[in-house]
């Protein structure tokens, strides 16, 4: 059953985004609407929590309606988003005999989206591609195009747009997912609200015990909104040229603290928490954001159980060498995106490093 229907539509695409229950019954069905028929071979990318526990029946489903699936489950965790990974899939996709006419579904959380999307945005160079997201977080990541993998010198770098036929977000598959994931996600719903939409934190204030219980139909709700804000944006900027690139708050120090812990020890989402604490008092410092967004940030944040400082063996220096790769980052200058009231965000493009510093005292925990 389809609880929201939202549709994105930039200059060259335009697709669904389906969120709800009961989905992944109705894949075949999907195909048919999107035109792919079985003479198209189907490659299902997962990883290796989701794919033993959902992949069998979509797999099943569709080889009973005479589409030829092959499998590929990547390890489960960040350390995936990788060349190793990503040329072990392409492989996996070449042995299954994948052609330009072939489609990939990406079932998984942001990990597996953003590595199958990029197999998918180079195979061949390049081939359609399904989201089918199974954590909170990938609201955000399987919308919009921006798909992936790290290098050892920074989260992202090696990466392209490339737009999916179809989102479609069967909420059933969050039942598994565990809680710290589950508030991870959250980070990002967090994010979207305090760069759009204040009227969503206060929804977000007021539910945030019935969210965290999982309740189905506010979850929904969340996703929707979510979605909604995201949608909006990469409709007016899909190439992150402008204004996408406020979907960034957070990012810009949460990811130098993701690459510095190798990947390990903090969630993207918990490294976006942290990062826009750090963002909230360089608005204070930069643009004069009043207090009372401060306080409203880390309360909201901590409310969800995510949390709002770092602990680890990373200097300063080691911090700002990976914020000078940020995508943001260009001549050398330090862009960030910071608050300026509660729904409303600003690119500042030359932070001085002396205030970076600060910023991260104020989030380095004992
Ligand atoms: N492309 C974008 O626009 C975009 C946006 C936001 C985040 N991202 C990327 O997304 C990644 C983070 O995604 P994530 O937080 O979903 O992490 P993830 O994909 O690693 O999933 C988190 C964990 O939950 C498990 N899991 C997933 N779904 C499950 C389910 N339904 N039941 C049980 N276990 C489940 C996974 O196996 C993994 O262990 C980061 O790499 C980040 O950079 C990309
Ligand atoms: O879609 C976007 O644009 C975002 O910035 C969304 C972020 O949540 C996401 O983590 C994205 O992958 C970060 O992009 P990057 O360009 O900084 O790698
Ligand atoms: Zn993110």
């Given at each position: 059953?389809?609880?929201?229907?939202?549709?994105?539509?930039?200059?060259?695409?335009?697709?669904?985004?389906?969120?709800?229950?009961?989905?992944?019954?109705?894949?075949?069905?999907?195909?048919?609407?999107?035109?792919?028929?079985?003479?198209?071979?189907?490659?299902?990318?997962?990883?290796?929590?989701?794919?033993?526990?959902?992949?069998?029946?979509?797999?099943?489903?569709?080889?009973?309606?005479?589409?030829?699936?092959?499998?590929?489950?990547?390890?489960?965790?960040?350390?995936?988003?990788?060349?190793?990974?990503?040329?072990?899939?392409?492989?996996?996709?070449?042995?299954?005999?994948?052609?330009?006419?072939?489609?990939?579904?990406?079932?998984?959380?942001?990990?597996?989206?953003?590595?199958?999307?990029?197999?998918?945005?180079?195979?061949?160079?390049?081939?359609?591609?399904?989201?089918?997201?199974?954590?909170?977080?990938?609201?955000?990541?399987?919308?919009?195009?921006?798909?992936?993998?790290?290098?050892?010198m920074g989260k992202?770098?090696?990466?392209?747009?490339?737009?999916?036929?179809?989102?479609?977000?069967?909420?059933?598959?969050?039942?598994?997912?565990?809680?710290?994931?589950?508030?991870?996600?959250?980070?990002?719903?967090?994010?979207?609200?305090?760069?759009?939409?204040?009227?969503?934190?206060?929804?977000?204030?007021?539910?945030?015990?019935?969210?965290?219980?999982?309740?189905?139909?506010?979850?929904?709700?969340?996703?929707?909104?979510?979605?909604?804000?995201?949608?909006?944006?990469?409709?007016?900027?899909?190439?992150?040229?402008?204004?996408?690139?406020?979907?960034?708050?957070g990012h810009t120090i949460g990811h130098a603290i993701e690459a510095c812990a190798g990947y390990?020890h903090y969630?993207?989402?918990?490294c976006?928490?942290i990062g826009?604490v750090s963002a909230?008092?360089l608005?204070?410092?930069?643009?004069?954001?009043?207090?009372?967004?401060?306080?409203?940030?880390?309360?909201?944040?901590?409310?969800?159980?995510?949390?709002?400082q770092f602990s680890l063996p990373c200097s300063d220096d080691e911090l700002i060498n990976l914020i000078k790769h940020d995508?943001?980052s260009?001549?050398?200058?330090l862009?960030f995106?910071?608050?300026?009231?509660?729904?409303?965000?600003?690119?500042?493009?030359?932070v001085?490093e002396a205030l970076i510093v600060q910023a991260l005292q104020v989030i380095r925990g004992?």
């Amino acid at each position: 059953m389809i609880v929201h229907d939202l549709s994105v539509k930039t200059k060259n695409h335009s697709y669904d985004i389906q969120i709800g229950s009961g989905l992944h019954k109705q894949l075949v069905q999907s195909l048919r609407e999107l035109g792919i028929t079985q003479q198209q071979k189907l490659m299902l990318i997962s990883d290796s929590h989701v794919g033993p526990l959902y992949a069998g029946r979509i797999q099943d489903q569709l080889c009973t309606a005479g589409y030829e699936v092959g499998t590929c489950f990547v390890p489960a965790g960040e350390a995936s988003k990788s060349i190793l990974q990503y040329e072990r899939v392409v492989g996996a996709c070449l042995k299954f005999g994948l052609d330009r006419k072939s489609v990939i579904l990406a079932l998984g959380g942001g990990v597996v989206g953003d590595l199958a999307g990029f197999v998918a945005a180079s195979f061949m160079r390049g081939i359609p591609f399904i989201q089918l997201p199974t954590t909170l977080l990938a609201h955000d990541s399987a919308v919009g195009g921006k798909v992936g993998i790290n290098h050892a010198m920074g989260k992202n770098l090696i990466g392209a747009f490339h737009q999916p036929l179809r989102v479609i977000f069967d909420v059933d598959t969050l039942s598994t997912l565990p809680l710290r994931q589950l508030r991870s996600g959250f980070a990002e719903l967090i994010k979207e609200a305090l760069i759009w939409d204040v009227s969503f934190v206060g929804w977000l204030e007021n539910h945030q015990n019935a969210l965290l219980g999982r309740d189905p139909s506010l979850l929904c709700e969340a996703i929707y909104r979510g979605c909604r804000i995201k949608a909006t944006i990469v409709e007016q900027d899909e190439k992150e040229n402008g204004i996408r690139a406020i979907l960034n708050y957070g990012h810009t120090i949460g990811h130098a603290i993701e690459a510095c812990a190798g990947y390990k020890h903090y969630t993207h989402g918990e490294c976006v928490a942290i990062g826009m604490v750090s963002a909230v008092y360089l608005g204070q410092w930069v643009l004069k954001t009043p207090p009372a967004v401060i306080d409203k940030t880390i309360r909201l944040i901590e409310s969800f159980g995510l949390p709002t400082q770092f602990s680890l063996p990373c200097s300063d220096d080691e911090l700002i060498n990976l914020i000078k790769h940020d995508k943001k980052s260009t001549s050398g200058r330090l862009s960030f995106i910071l608050p300026k009231q509660l729904g409303h965000v600003e690119m500042v493009e030359h932070v001085q490093e002396a205030l970076i510093v600060q910023a991260l005292q104020v989030i380095r925990g004992g």
